[in-house]
Nanobody, 122 residues
Framework: QVQLVESGGGLVQAGGSLRLSCAAS????????MGWFRQAPGKEREFVAV????????AYADSVKGRFAISRDNAKKTVSLQMNSLKTEDTAVYYC???????????????WGQGTQVTVSS
């Protein structure tokens, strides 16, 4: 079992930056790939970024590539999402999630946090 708690969301102007963090509980955090997903009002939840168990592999949605960076600290059981050059279309609830496999597919993630709101104003 893995429990996840996100933090770091808020209101930021377009062009600004935010750093999201996700704290995990459980002894097997390093066994999981960790992903970030987001859901905007009226839209389906979508993939944002993923990092494998060691941090050696990452992948990003095309819409955030070059602006967002995912990282993890297995000793601290945390995963972070650094978001730069934010756009109004990045406004959404952001979720971290854990999967036994390194994947961009939402259905493969068994554990989810409660989400944190990110609002980007123009």
């Amino acid at each position: 079992q893995v429990q996840l708690v996100e933090s770091g969301g808020g209101l930021v102007q377009a062009g600004g930056s935010l750093r999201l963090s996700c704290a995990a509980s459980g002894r097997t955090f390093s066994n999981y790939a960790m992903g970030w997903f987001r859901q905007a009002p009226g839209k389906e939840r979508e993939f944002v970024a993923v990092i494998n168990w060691s941090g050696g592999s990452t992948a990003y949605a095309d819409s955030v590539k070059g602006r967002f960076a995912i990282s993890r600290d297995n000793a601290k059981k945390t995963v972070s999402l650094q978001m730069n050059s934010l756009k109004t279309e990045d406004t959404a609830v952001y979720y971290c999630a854990a999967s036994r496999i390194y994947t961009i597919h939402l259905r493969e993630y068994a554990y989810w946090g409660q989400g944190t709101q990110v609002t980007v104003s123009s």
